[in-house]
């Protein structure tokens, strides 16, 4: 699909893998909408462009997701590409002598990084299927998960945070499928240590230790290189049901 003259919807829009991603899309010709919490800095994100506009709006909340997409649609057009960049981290272990993790920061992950992806996928994709077919390929439409290398390998301490992402990668495939009939693909990003403001949430020295285990570059991921990856995913029609590690061969 080409970026260019299209609507994009960037979850997460507002700072780190997301806000690339929004300066990517912009330069490479589309019209985007951020659909995120922070009000600051996505607004002074959508005063920068007027190709960029800001919607607040909780992922996980179903009616104020709806309300946010709606306004997008009548704002710029018809839905083309979605981005599912919203998410945080955070570290706990499954128990320890003080006790076990508490269950509403597992629950809260879960609900922002998984039911959070799926919230918006499923209203955007209703209104994708209603698209005109474009290109060789008659495409619809393009969704864009945002997963984890935890997602498929977590170190100790990740359990609620690698179940989230898991889930994430698990969707790609059965959501592909469910969507291919109708002209939509669905793909994945399973990021390895991105230099992100997630970060600030690891303890002490574990960053360090991160990227001592990367091969090559010996270094975190840089944002524009995570949104360099969601324009090739945007522009190759062949990349469907897949989800692809962009991590330096960290393992």
């Known amino acids: 699909m080409d970026i260019s003259g299209s609507t994009a919807i960037v979850t997460g829009g507002a700072s780190g893998l997301g806000a690339a991603t929004v300066e990517r899309l912009v330069a490479d010709g589309a ?40 306004s997008i649609a009548v704002r710029l057009g018809p839905i083309r590409v979605l981005v599912n960049a919203a998410g945080f981290g955070a570290m706990g272990a499954t128990a320890t002598p003080a006790g076990p993790l508490p269950l509403a920061e597992f629950r809260r992950l879960i609900d922002v ?12 994709a209703a209104r994708m299927i209603h698209n005109a077919p474009i290109g060789a390929s008659g495409e619809r439409g393009v969704i ?22 898991a889930g994430v990668i698990a969707l790609t495939v059965p959501m592909a499928l469910d969507l291919a009939p109708h002209g939509i ?28 285990t990367i091969p090559f570059p010996p270094r975190g991921g840089q944002p524009p290189e995570f949104a360099a990856l ?16 962009i991590d330096g061969c960290a393992r």
């Open 31 to 70: 019209s985007v909408a951020i659909l995120d919490l922070d009000a600051a800095r996505g607004g002074a994100l959508a005063r920068t462009d007027g190709r960029v506009v800001f919607e607040r709006a909780d992922v996980t909340d179903e009616a104020a997701t709806a309300r946010a997409i709606e």
């Open 144 to 165: 864009i998960h945002t997963g984890s290398i935890a997602g498929i390998e977590g170190h100790a301490g990740m359990a609620a945070y690698a179940a989230s992402k």
């Open 113 to 124: 990084n998984l039911v959070g992806s799926f919230n918006v996928a499923r209203l955007v």
């Open 185 to 212: 693909r669905v793909c994945s990003i399973a990021p390895g240590l991105f230099e992100t403001p997630l970060l600030a949430n690891l303890p002490p020295g574990m960053h360090e230790r991160l990227v001592q």
């Open 230 to 245: 969601v324009a090739t995913i945007v522009g190759n029609a062949y990349l469907n049901g897949c989800v692809i590690r």
